[in-house]
């Protein structure tokens, strides 16, 4: 009839979708085939999550209490002196006088104690807990840049692999500040990559306070980006980000009083002797061969053979290893593996992925970034 109208079927057309310099790429929602999250398959995320959310938090928070039970026992045990005198800045305290200017946990210590006025060795513990608990968490979101929800939601265990190995097995050092650097590293690489900026900067600023290694994620954000962002943009972000890092490292040092210890002595010499010792199997050259090859669960061994293939930005980010380890060379100490805390993340991803790969966990819509492979 004349009124009647064609009611066929069109096919289906993408819409095209104009990006700024610094959005990634996001998946077309129309798409079902490009879109995980709209599979109506048992792995979706309609599927198993849905009823293993629950159990997935209940078990990384078993995991937390578990974790950290074990790093305070293997340890070498702080006397209740200790944690008042690195809470409250005591001068009797300190093994390190750089150690006043890593202010996140001492305040935040202090700030508890003022309030409830707890037993300051369960505190530090429950920090500890606490640190665990929010890097598993963050490190699902993480891999979930990688790899399907159900896949992120079990493999993000796999992080405290590395940590009792790095934390406990091959160390005997407790410092407070530890676990939440590495927190704050798997936080900061993941807004890197979703180009979170308003969660990002602050990420930044408690990892400043908490320990000077933060840099390491500008370092991060530049290998990752370049090319990958307007060169203007890019710049001005580096700019706030080395304003913001250096703003808070002089803040510090203003508010701890003592400038003494502002420049860090080296410990080139102290380095190259272990290092000769390794060398020459003298001393403790031997035990830190093996430290060396236990460091990270053993697990950078495989990185050799899972980096063909890997996304375009877990490939950069390994980068950051060479000039995280000169700076421990030049200002830290090279055979503690604890110190390599905040390259956990960066070791452990692109393993976590390549197993999910041969299980078929990888995500078939990745940003802009990663759709393509170098």
């Excluded at 310099?21 to 996001?26: C, F, Y």
């Excluded at 409250?88 to 006088?97: A, T």
């Excluded at 500890?128 to 979101?141: K, M, N, P, T």
């Excluded at 701890?256 to 020459?280: C, H, Q, W």
Aim: glycine share 6%; net charge positive.
């Amino acid at each position: 009839m004349g009124g009647a109208q064609d009611n066929s079927a069109k096919p289906w057309k993408p819409k095209p979708v104009r990006l700024k310099d610094d959005e990634v790429t996001s998946v077309d929602q129309g798409c079902p085939s490009c879109n995980p999250s709209k599979d109506a398959g048992p792995d979706s995320r309609n599927g198993i999550l849905r009823f293993s959310g629950p159990c997935i938090l209940a078990l990384y928070l078993l995991l937390s209490v578990l974790f950290a039970n074990f790093y305070f026992q293997t340890t070498i045990e702080w006397t209740p002196d200790d944690f008042s005198a690195y809470t409250y800045s005591s001068e009797r305290y300190h093994w390190n006088p750089v150690f006043r200017f890593r202010v996140l946990v001492p305040l935040l210590a202090r700030g508890v104690d003022c309030v409830l006025g707890v037993n300051l060795q369960w505190m530090y513990q429950a920090l500890a807990g606490l640190c665990v608990f929010g890097s598993l968490i963050a490190y699902r979101r993480y891999l979930s840049n990688f790899l399907r929800a159900d896949f992120s939601s079990i493999l993000s265990v796999a992080i405290v692999y590395p940590m009792l190995w790095n934390f406990c097995l091959l160390n005997k050092i407790y410092f407070p500040f530890d676990l939440p650097g590495l927190l704050f590293f798997v936080m900061g690489c993941h807004f890197i990559y979703r180009r979170n900026w308003g969660a990002y900067y602050p990420t930044l600023a408690l990892a400043t306070l908490n320990r000077e290694t933060s840099c390491f994620l500008m370092f991060i954000f530049l290998v990752c980006l370049y090319r990958k962002m307007a060169a203007r943009r890019l710049v001005w972000h580096l700019l706030a980000q080395t304003a913001l890092w250096i703003s808070l490292r002089c803040l510090v040092f203003l508010i701890v009083g003592d400038y003494s210890e502002v420049l860090p002595k080296l410990t080139i010499a102290f380095n190259a002797r272990v290092i000769l010792d390794m060398l020459t199997l003298r001393g403790n050259g031997l035990k830190d061969w093996v430290k060396l090859g236990l460091a990270f669960g053993g697990i950078w061994w495989a990185l050799p053979r899972v980096i063909r293939g890997q996304p375009v930005f877990l490939k950069r980010c390994l980068l950051v290893v060479v000039p995280f380890v000169i700076a421990v060379g030049l200002k830290g100490v090279v055979d503690e593996v604890r110190v390599y805390a905040e390259l956990i993340p960066i070791v452990l991803t692109p393993v976590v992925v390549a197993v999910a790969a041969e299980l078929g966990g990888t995500r078939s819509g990745l940003s802009a970034d990663d759709r393509g492979r170098e």
